[in-house]
Protein backbone atom coordinates (compact mmCIF):
# COMPACT_ATOMS: atom_id res chain seq x y z
CA UNK A 1 0.00 0.00 0.00
CA UNK A 2 2.77 2.61 1.19
CA UNK A 3 4.73 1.47 -2.53
CA UNK A 4 1.36 2.32 -4.54
CA UNK A 5 0.83 5.28 -2.55
CA UNK A 6 4.27 6.40 -3.27
CA UNK A 7 4.12 6.01 -6.85
CA UNK A 8 0.19 7.76 -6.99
CA UNK A 9 2.29 10.87 -4.94
CA UNK A 10 5.62 10.68 -7.70
CA UNK A 11 2.53 10.54 -10.47
CA UNK A 12 0.72 12.98 -9.50
CA UNK A 13 3.95 15.81 -8.80
CA UNK A 14 4.67 14.27 -12.41
CA UNK A 15 1.65 15.61 -13.98
CA UNK A 16 1.78 19.04 -12.01
CA UNK A 17 5.39 19.84 -13.11
CA UNK A 18 4.38 18.76 -16.92
CA UNK A 19 0.85 20.52 -16.86
CA UNK A 20 3.09 23.95 -15.70
CA UNK A 21 5.05 23.50 -18.53
CA UNK A 22 2.74 23.06 -20.97
CA UNK A 23 1.10 26.13 -19.26
CA UNK A 24 4.10 28.05 -19.50
CA UNK A 25 4.60 27.03 -22.97
CA UNK A 26 1.24 27.91 -23.98
CA UNK A 27 1.05 31.15 -22.49
CA UNK A 28 4.50 32.20 -24.26
CA UNK A 29 2.81 31.09 -27.09
CA UNK A 30 -0.21 32.83 -26.77
CA UNK A 31 1.72 36.01 -25.50
CA UNK A 32 3.71 35.58 -28.96
CA UNK A 33 0.63 36.05 -31.28
CA UNK A 34 -1.04 38.40 -29.09
CA UNK A 35 -1.16 42.39 -29.55
CA UNK A 36 1.13 43.05 -26.55
CA UNK A 37 4.25 44.77 -27.84
CA UNK A 38 6.34 43.73 -24.53
CA UNK A 39 6.27 40.25 -25.21
CA UNK A 40 7.48 40.25 -28.84
CA UNK A 41 11.64 40.00 -28.04
CA UNK A 42 13.02 42.48 -31.30
CA UNK A 43 11.19 45.31 -29.54
CA UNK A 44 13.24 44.99 -26.77
CA UNK A 45 10.35 46.40 -24.29
CA UNK A 46 10.97 46.14 -20.68
CA UNK A 47 9.32 47.49 -17.44
CA UNK A 48 10.93 49.84 -15.06
CA UNK A 49 9.39 49.83 -11.39
CA UNK A 50 9.59 52.18 -8.57
CA UNK A 51 10.29 55.20 -8.49
CA UNK A 52 9.98 55.65 -12.38
CA UNK A 53 7.30 52.98 -13.35
CA UNK A 54 7.73 52.79 -17.03
CA UNK A 55 7.87 50.72 -19.85
CA UNK A 56 10.76 51.16 -21.99
CA UNK A 57 11.37 49.47 -25.64
CA UNK A 58 14.68 49.98 -27.77
CA UNK A 59 14.29 48.20 -30.81
CA UNK A 60 16.61 45.68 -32.16
CA UNK A 61 18.01 45.48 -35.97
CA UNK A 62 15.11 42.76 -36.98
CA UNK A 63 11.96 44.70 -35.35
CA UNK A 64 9.44 45.16 -37.74
CA UNK A 65 5.75 47.83 -37.45
CA UNK A 66 5.21 47.91 -33.88
CA UNK A 67 1.41 48.26 -34.31
CA UNK A 68 0.17 49.80 -31.22
CA UNK A 69 -3.19 49.15 -30.91
CA UNK A 70 -5.78 49.31 -27.72
CA UNK A 71 -4.90 45.88 -25.66
CA UNK A 72 -1.20 46.11 -27.11
CA UNK A 73 0.01 47.59 -23.79
CA UNK A 74 -0.55 46.07 -20.39
CA UNK A 75 -0.34 47.26 -16.94
CA UNK A 76 0.03 50.09 -14.81
CA UNK A 77 2.94 52.04 -16.43
CA UNK A 78 3.05 55.84 -16.24
CA UNK A 79 5.02 56.08 -18.90
CA UNK A 80 6.12 54.89 -22.17
CA UNK A 81 9.32 55.33 -24.31
CA UNK A 82 10.06 54.14 -27.41
CA UNK A 83 13.38 54.44 -29.12
CA UNK A 84 15.28 53.76 -32.46
CA UNK A 85 12.16 51.65 -34.37
CA UNK A 86 12.28 51.63 -38.30
CA UNK A 87 8.36 51.71 -38.11
CA UNK A 88 5.74 52.41 -35.36
CA UNK A 89 2.13 52.88 -36.10
CA UNK A 90 -0.66 54.04 -33.55
CA UNK A 91 -4.03 52.77 -33.85
CA UNK A 92 -7.41 54.47 -32.96
CA UNK A 93 -7.90 54.67 -29.31
CA UNK A 94 -4.94 52.86 -28.70
CA UNK A 95 -3.95 54.52 -25.49
CA UNK A 96 -7.78 55.69 -24.48
CA UNK A 97 -7.83 52.79 -21.50
CA UNK A 98 -4.60 53.82 -20.21
CA UNK A 99 -5.54 56.20 -17.02
CA UNK A 100 -2.51 55.87 -15.30
CA UNK A 101 -0.59 57.24 -18.22
CA UNK A 102 1.19 60.71 -17.83
CA UNK A 103 3.79 60.36 -20.23
CA UNK A 104 4.76 59.29 -24.17
CA UNK A 105 8.37 59.74 -25.57
CA UNK A 106 9.39 58.71 -28.80
CA UNK A 107 12.88 58.96 -30.26
CA UNK A 108 14.47 58.09 -33.50
CA UNK A 109 11.15 56.39 -35.25
CA UNK A 110 12.18 56.23 -38.95
CA UNK A 111 8.55 55.82 -39.64
CA UNK A 112 6.10 57.06 -37.63
CA UNK A 113 2.18 57.01 -38.28
CA UNK A 114 -0.72 58.51 -35.93
CA UNK A 115 -4.19 57.10 -37.14
CA UNK A 116 -7.23 59.11 -36.07
CA UNK A 117 -7.94 59.18 -32.45
CA UNK A 118 -5.01 57.36 -32.08
CA UNK A 119 -3.95 59.44 -29.12
CA UNK A 120 -7.30 60.16 -27.85
CA UNK A 121 -6.82 60.36 -23.89
CA UNK A 122 -9.04 61.68 -21.71
CA UNK A 123 -7.66 60.43 -17.97
CA UNK A 124 -10.32 59.78 -15.48
CA UNK A 125 -13.21 62.60 -15.82
CA UNK A 126 -15.08 62.04 -19.26
CA UNK A 127 -15.47 65.28 -21.81
CA UNK A 128 -18.62 67.12 -22.15
CA UNK A 129 -19.37 68.24 -25.35
CA UNK A 130 -18.01 72.36 -25.66
CA UNK A 131 -16.32 71.78 -22.20
CA UNK A 132 -13.23 74.00 -22.09
CA UNK A 133 -10.49 73.18 -19.53
CA UNK A 134 -7.52 75.48 -19.12
CA UNK A 135 -4.50 74.20 -17.58
CA UNK A 136 -4.37 73.36 -13.55
CA UNK A 137 -1.78 70.91 -12.12
CA UNK A 138 -4.66 69.35 -10.20
CA UNK A 139 -6.17 67.72 -12.87
CA UNK A 140 -3.97 64.31 -14.65
CA UNK A 141 -3.20 65.37 -17.85
CA UNK A 142 -0.82 63.57 -20.57
CA UNK A 143 2.79 64.56 -22.24
CA UNK A 144 3.52 63.85 -25.50
CA UNK A 145 7.41 64.05 -27.23
CA UNK A 146 8.10 63.30 -30.18
CA UNK A 147 12.23 63.97 -30.92
CA UNK A 148 14.33 63.49 -34.43
CA UNK A 149 11.66 60.97 -35.86
CA UNK A 150 9.97 61.50 -39.26
CA UNK A 151 6.38 61.04 -38.82
CA UNK A 152 4.30 59.85 -42.39
CA UNK A 153 0.69 61.07 -41.24
CA UNK A 154 -1.29 62.80 -38.28
CA UNK A 155 -5.07 61.63 -38.79
CA UNK A 156 -7.51 63.58 -37.91
CA UNK A 157 -8.37 63.91 -33.98
CA UNK A 158 -4.80 62.49 -33.24
CA UNK A 159 -4.41 64.32 -30.20
CA UNK A 160 -7.53 65.23 -28.17
CA UNK A 161 -8.63 65.08 -24.65
CA UNK A 162 -6.25 66.23 -21.58
CA UNK A 163 -2.74 66.86 -22.88
CA UNK A 164 -0.43 69.03 -21.06
CA UNK A 165 2.41 69.77 -23.44
CA UNK A 166 2.75 68.59 -27.11
CA UNK A 167 6.59 68.71 -27.50
CA UNK A 168 8.25 68.37 -31.26
CA UNK A 169 11.79 68.66 -32.14
CA UNK A 170 13.70 67.89 -35.07
CA UNK A 171 10.55 66.14 -37.10
CA UNK A 172 9.68 66.03 -40.72
CA UNK A 173 5.77 65.83 -40.74
CA UNK A 174 4.69 64.63 -44.38
CA UNK A 175 1.25 65.12 -44.04
CA UNK A 176 -1.20 66.96 -41.18
CA UNK A 177 -5.04 66.12 -41.81
CA UNK A 178 -7.92 68.28 -40.73
CA UNK A 179 -8.67 68.52 -36.97
CA UNK A 180 -5.85 66.26 -36.29
CA UNK A 181 -5.13 69.10 -33.19
CA UNK A 182 -8.47 69.31 -31.84
CA UNK A 183 -10.55 70.09 -28.68
CA UNK A 184 -7.56 69.47 -26.50
CA UNK A 185 -8.24 70.04 -22.36
CA UNK A 186 -5.53 70.95 -20.27
CA UNK A 187 -2.97 72.37 -22.59
CA UNK A 188 0.46 74.30 -21.61
CA UNK A 189 2.38 73.90 -24.32
CA UNK A 190 2.32 73.19 -27.91
CA UNK A 191 6.18 73.14 -29.04
CA UNK A 192 7.10 72.63 -32.69
CA UNK A 193 11.12 73.18 -33.02
CA UNK A 194 13.07 72.38 -35.74
CA UNK A 195 10.18 70.49 -37.52
CA UNK A 196 9.60 70.45 -40.95
CA UNK A 197 5.96 71.25 -42.10
CA UNK A 198 5.25 69.32 -46.02
CA UNK A 199 1.38 69.44 -46.22
CA UNK A 200 -0.78 70.84 -43.20
CA UNK A 201 -4.61 70.65 -44.51
CA UNK A 202 -6.86 73.65 -43.49
CA UNK A 203 -7.91 73.30 -39.85
CA UNK A 204 -5.67 71.55 -38.98
CA UNK A 205 -5.22 72.50 -35.74
CA UNK A 206 -8.96 73.83 -34.42
CA UNK A 207 -10.80 74.67 -31.21
CA UNK A 208 -8.85 74.29 -28.41
CA UNK A 209 -6.74 76.74 -25.84
CA UNK A 210 -3.09 76.51 -25.01
CA UNK A 211 -1.00 79.05 -22.57
CA UNK A 212 1.80 79.24 -25.12
CA UNK A 213 1.99 78.32 -28.63
CA UNK A 214 6.21 78.30 -29.68
CA UNK A 215 7.03 77.99 -33.53
CA UNK A 216 11.02 77.64 -33.36
CA UNK A 217 13.09 77.07 -36.62
CA UNK A 218 9.66 75.60 -38.41
CA UNK A 219 9.75 75.36 -41.53
CA UNK A 220 6.73 75.18 -44.23
CA UNK A 221 6.53 75.57 -47.80
CA UNK A 222 2.56 76.88 -47.64
CA UNK A 223 0.51 77.22 -44.62
CA UNK A 224 -3.24 77.24 -46.05
CA UNK A 225 -6.03 79.42 -44.51
CA UNK A 226 -7.29 78.75 -41.83
CA UNK A 227 -4.43 76.34 -40.57
CA UNK A 228 -4.97 77.40 -37.03
CA UNK A 229 -9.09 78.54 -36.49
CA UNK A 230 -10.22 79.28 -33.31
CA UNK A 231 -7.24 78.46 -31.26
CA UNK A 232 -6.64 80.41 -27.70
CA UNK A 233 -3.44 81.23 -26.65
CA UNK A 234 -3.48 82.84 -22.79
CA UNK A 235 -0.03 83.61 -22.67
CA UNK A 236 2.59 84.01 -25.58
CA UNK A 237 2.60 83.31 -29.21
CA UNK A 238 5.97 82.78 -30.45
CA UNK A 239 7.28 82.70 -34.42
CA UNK A 240 11.26 82.19 -34.39
CA UNK A 241 13.42 81.76 -36.84
CA UNK A 242 11.06 80.01 -38.88
CA UNK A 243 10.93 80.26 -42.80
CA UNK A 244 7.38 80.36 -44.67
CA UNK A 245 7.18 80.33 -48.33
CA UNK A 246 3.47 81.37 -48.54
CA UNK A 247 1.04 82.59 -45.88
CA UNK A 248 -2.72 82.67 -46.87
CA UNK A 249 -5.24 85.02 -45.60
CA UNK A 250 -6.14 84.20 -42.09
CA UNK A 251 -3.36 81.33 -41.45
CA UNK A 252 -3.52 81.80 -37.66
CA UNK A 253 -6.73 82.67 -35.89
CA UNK A 254 -5.85 83.27 -32.70
CA UNK A 255 -7.25 84.53 -29.67
CA UNK A 256 -6.09 86.58 -27.14
CA UNK A 257 -2.45 86.01 -26.67
CA UNK A 258 -0.81 88.41 -24.18
CA UNK A 259 2.52 88.65 -26.20
CA UNK A 260 2.21 87.78 -29.97
CA UNK A 261 5.96 88.30 -31.17
CA UNK A 262 7.52 87.22 -34.39
CA UNK A 263 11.30 87.46 -34.63
CA UNK A 264 14.04 86.48 -36.99
CA UNK A 265 11.82 85.27 -39.63
CA UNK A 266 11.53 84.65 -43.12
CA UNK A 267 8.48 85.09 -44.93
CA UNK A 268 8.43 84.79 -48.77
CA UNK A 269 5.13 85.68 -49.54
CA UNK A 270 2.85 87.10 -46.75
CA UNK A 271 -0.76 87.70 -47.73
CA UNK A 272 -3.44 90.46 -46.70
CA UNK A 273 -4.50 89.31 -42.73
CA UNK A 274 -2.34 86.51 -42.54
CA UNK A 275 -2.66 86.77 -39.43
CA UNK A 276 -5.89 86.97 -38.04
CA UNK A 277 -5.79 87.47 -34.43
CA UNK A 278 -6.72 89.06 -31.66
CA UNK A 279 -4.79 90.35 -28.61
CA UNK A 280 -4.33 91.77 -25.26
CA UNK A 281 -0.80 92.63 -25.04
CA UNK A 282 2.54 94.10 -27.37
CA UNK A 283 3.17 93.12 -30.82
CA UNK A 284 6.68 93.21 -31.89
CA UNK A 285 7.94 92.31 -35.47
CA UNK A 286 11.52 91.85 -35.16
CA UNK A 287 14.68 91.39 -37.69
CA UNK A 288 12.15 89.55 -40.15
CA UNK A 289 12.28 89.51 -44.11
CA UNK A 290 9.04 89.99 -46.06
CA UNK A 291 9.99 89.42 -49.85
CA UNK A 292 6.27 90.06 -51.11
CA UNK A 293 3.96 91.47 -48.62
CA UNK A 294 0.78 92.21 -49.79
CA UNK A 295 -1.56 95.90 -48.56
CA UNK A 296 -3.33 95.08 -45.19
CA UNK A 297 -0.90 92.12 -44.35
CA UNK A 298 -0.82 93.42 -40.47
CA UNK A 299 -4.42 94.61 -40.50
CA UNK A 300 -6.58 91.22 -39.20
CA UNK A 301 -4.16 91.93 -35.90
CA UNK A 302 -6.95 93.84 -33.62
CA UNK A 303 -7.14 94.50 -29.73
CA UNK A 304 -9.42 93.13 -27.37
CA UNK A 305 -10.93 96.00 -25.83
CA UNK A 306 -13.34 94.48 -23.87
CA UNK A 307 -10.56 93.17 -21.69
CA UNK A 308 -7.70 95.89 -22.47
CA UNK A 309 -8.28 99.32 -21.30
CA UNK A 310 -5.14 101.13 -22.22
CA UNK A 311 -3.36 101.18 -25.86
CA UNK A 312 -0.86 98.74 -27.09
CA UNK A 313 1.76 98.95 -29.18
CA UNK A 314 2.63 96.92 -32.48
CA UNK A 315 6.66 97.63 -33.22
CA UNK A 316 8.54 97.00 -36.21
CA UNK A 317 11.83 96.63 -35.77
CA UNK A 318 15.00 96.39 -37.84
CA UNK A 319 13.07 94.32 -40.31
CA UNK A 320 13.60 93.81 -44.24
CA UNK A 321 11.18 94.02 -47.16
CA UNK A 322 11.83 92.50 -50.76
CA UNK A 323 9.05 95.58 -51.65
CA UNK A 324 6.50 97.52 -49.93
CA UNK A 325 2.40 98.21 -51.28
CA UNK A 326 0.67 101.28 -50.89
CA UNK A 327 -1.25 99.70 -47.66
CA UNK A 328 1.50 97.23 -47.02
CA UNK A 329 2.26 98.66 -43.27
CA UNK A 330 -1.01 99.55 -42.41
CA UNK A 331 -2.21 99.06 -38.89
CA UNK A 332 -5.67 99.13 -36.67
CA UNK A 333 -5.89 102.50 -35.07
CA UNK A 334 -6.19 100.85 -31.83
CA UNK A 335 -2.20 100.21 -31.94
CA UNK A 336 0.21 102.76 -31.05
CA UNK A 337 2.54 101.82 -34.38
CA UNK A 338 6.18 101.83 -33.22
CA UNK A 339 8.68 101.69 -36.30
CA UNK A 340 12.14 101.78 -36.29
CA UNK A 341 15.01 100.57 -38.50
CA UNK A 342 13.13 99.30 -41.59
CA UNK A 343 15.18 98.22 -45.00
CA UNK A 344 13.09 98.22 -48.21
CA UNK A 345 15.61 96.38 -50.29
CA UNK A 346 14.73 98.38 -53.43
CA UNK A 347 16.27 101.45 -54.90
CA UNK A 348 15.11 104.25 -53.68
CA UNK A 349 12.61 106.60 -55.97
CA UNK A 350 11.02 109.64 -56.01
CA UNK A 351 7.60 108.25 -57.30
CA UNK A 352 7.58 104.82 -55.67
CA UNK A 353 8.06 106.66 -52.59
CA UNK A 354 5.10 108.62 -53.12
CA UNK A 355 2.57 105.54 -54.39
CA UNK A 356 3.91 102.78 -51.37
CA UNK A 357 3.83 104.15 -48.67
CA UNK A 358 0.69 105.59 -47.16
CA UNK A 359 1.86 106.92 -43.87
CA UNK A 360 4.27 109.29 -44.21
CA UNK A 361 5.27 108.96 -40.38
CA UNK A 362 7.26 106.08 -41.81
CA UNK A 363 9.58 108.00 -43.66
CA UNK A 364 11.71 108.70 -40.50
CA UNK A 365 12.71 105.04 -40.53
CA UNK A 366 11.94 103.15 -43.59
CA UNK A 367 15.32 103.09 -45.53
CA UNK A 368 15.64 102.32 -49.18
CA UNK A 369 19.04 101.61 -51.57
CA UNK A 370 20.38 104.79 -52.52
CA UNK A 371 22.47 105.46 -56.00
CA UNK A 372 25.48 104.58 -54.25
CA UNK A 373 24.34 101.39 -52.83
CA UNK A 374 24.01 102.63 -49.26
CA UNK A 375 20.83 102.76 -47.06
CA UNK A 376 18.92 106.26 -46.93
CA UNK A 377 15.93 106.73 -44.85
CA UNK A 378 13.01 107.97 -47.35
CA UNK A 379 12.96 111.52 -45.28
CA UNK A 380 16.53 112.20 -46.67
CA UNK A 381 16.17 111.04 -49.97
CA UNK A 382 13.00 112.51 -50.42
CA UNK A 383 14.36 115.83 -49.32
CA UNK A 384 17.41 116.18 -51.14
CA UNK A 385 16.55 114.39 -53.86
CA UNK A 386 12.69 114.65 -54.80
CA UNK A 387 12.06 118.31 -54.02
CA UNK A 388 10.31 120.47 -57.04
CA UNK A 389 14.12 121.35 -58.46
CA UNK A 390 15.08 118.03 -58.14
CA UNK A 391 12.02 117.02 -60.07
CA UNK A 392 13.24 119.20 -62.93
CA UNK A 393 16.98 118.28 -62.74
CA UNK A 394 17.22 116.84 -65.88
CA UNK A 395 15.31 120.10 -68.03
CA UNK A 396 17.56 122.36 -66.30
CA UNK A 397 20.92 120.45 -67.26
CA UNK A 398 19.33 120.57 -70.58
CA UNK A 399 18.20 124.62 -70.86
CA UNK A 400 21.36 125.51 -69.17
CA UNK A 401 23.40 124.08 -71.46
CA UNK A 402 21.51 124.74 -74.53
CA UNK A 403 22.05 128.72 -73.13
CA UNK A 404 25.37 128.45 -72.66
CA UNK A 405 25.28 127.17 -76.30
CA UNK A 406 23.95 130.62 -77.12
CA UNK A 407 25.86 132.70 -75.53
CA UNK A 408 29.52 131.09 -76.95
CA UNK A 409 27.64 132.31 -80.38
CA UNK A 410 27.20 135.28 -79.30
CA UNK A 411 30.54 136.26 -78.26
CA UNK A 412 31.75 134.78 -81.33
CA UNK A 413 29.54 136.50 -83.66
CA UNK A 414 30.22 139.87 -81.59
CA UNK A 415 34.33 139.17 -82.06
CA UNK A 416 33.80 138.35 -85.46
CA UNK A 417 32.17 141.93 -85.93
CA UNK A 418 34.34 143.51 -84.03
CA UNK A 419 37.99 141.62 -85.07
CA UNK A 420 36.53 141.12 -89.00
CA UNK A 421 33.85 143.49 -90.13
CA UNK A 422 34.29 146.44 -88.47
CA UNK A 423 37.92 147.18 -89.04
CA UNK A 424 37.73 146.33 -92.41
CA UNK A 425 34.74 147.90 -93.87
CA UNK A 426 34.62 148.01 -97.84
CA UNK A 427 37.91 146.98 -97.76
CA UNK A 428 39.57 150.47 -96.21
CA UNK A 429 42.54 149.62 -93.95
CA UNK A 430 43.56 152.21 -90.91
CA UNK A 431 47.15 153.35 -90.40
CA UNK A 432 47.80 154.85 -87.02
CA UNK A 433 44.60 155.74 -87.04
CA UNK A 434 44.63 157.37 -90.58
CA UNK A 435 42.77 155.71 -93.64
CA UNK A 436 44.62 155.04 -96.51
CA UNK A 437 43.59 156.19 -99.81
CA UNK A 438 43.24 153.61 -102.78
CA UNK A 439 43.76 154.75 -106.61
CA UNK A 440 43.15 152.97 -109.41
CA UNK A 441 45.52 154.81 -112.37
CA UNK A 442 46.29 153.46 -115.68
CA UNK A 443 49.61 150.76 -116.46
CA UNK A 444 52.75 152.85 -117.31
CA UNK A 445 52.10 151.63 -121.09
CA UNK A 446 49.47 153.98 -121.75
CA UNK A 447 50.48 157.17 -119.74
CA UNK A 448 54.98 156.68 -119.30
CA UNK A 449 55.41 160.31 -118.52
CA UNK A 450 52.57 160.67 -116.43
CA UNK A 451 53.30 162.06 -112.35
CA UNK A 452 50.94 161.03 -110.05
CA UNK A 453 51.44 163.55 -106.67
CA UNK A 454 48.57 162.80 -104.05
CA UNK A 455 47.92 165.76 -101.57
CA UNK A 456 45.74 164.80 -99.36
CA UNK A 457 44.60 167.74 -97.59
CA UNK A 458 40.53 168.46 -95.88
CA UNK A 459 38.61 170.73 -98.43
CA UNK A 460 34.82 171.23 -98.37
CA UNK A 461 32.38 170.95 -100.90
CA UNK A 462 32.52 173.52 -103.72
CA UNK A 463 30.00 176.52 -104.23
CA UNK A 464 30.04 177.01 -107.79
CA UNK A 465 29.43 175.42 -110.96
CA UNK A 466 33.13 174.17 -112.38
Known sequence: ???????????????????????????????????????????GCR??????????????SEAKEMYIQRDSIQGFESALEIHNCPKVRFGGYSIYDLRTFRSITLTNIQNLTFEPNSLNWVGYRDISINQQERFDLSIPSLKIHIINSNIDSIGSYTFVGRIQEIHMEKV??????????????????????????????????KMFGTESLIFDGVTAQQLPSRTFSNVTVYRRFLISNCNFDILRPAT????????????????????????????????????????????????????????VTSGRAISFDSN??????????DVQPQFQARVSNLYLNQTCDCESIVVNVSNSDFYN?????????????????????????????????????VILLLGILAIAFYLYYVMVYKRDKYGCKRVHGKP?????????????????????EKADLLTTDL
Open 1 to 43: MRRQNGRRTDLATFCNLLLLVLLQILSVVIGTNSDDISNIWYF
Open 47 to 60: WFGGSENKMACNCS
Open 172 to 205: NIASIEAFAFSNILQMENLIFKEVVLRDVKPQAF
Open 252 to 307: FIINNPASFVVTDTRINQLEGEAFYLTTTGDVLFRNNYFDQIYNQAFMGITLNTQE
Open 320 to 329: TFGSLRKYSL
Open 365 to 401: EIKCVDYEGKYVTMRDFKSYNCSILAGYYPILIGVSI
Open 436 to 456: NLSLIVPDGKTYRETELHVIV
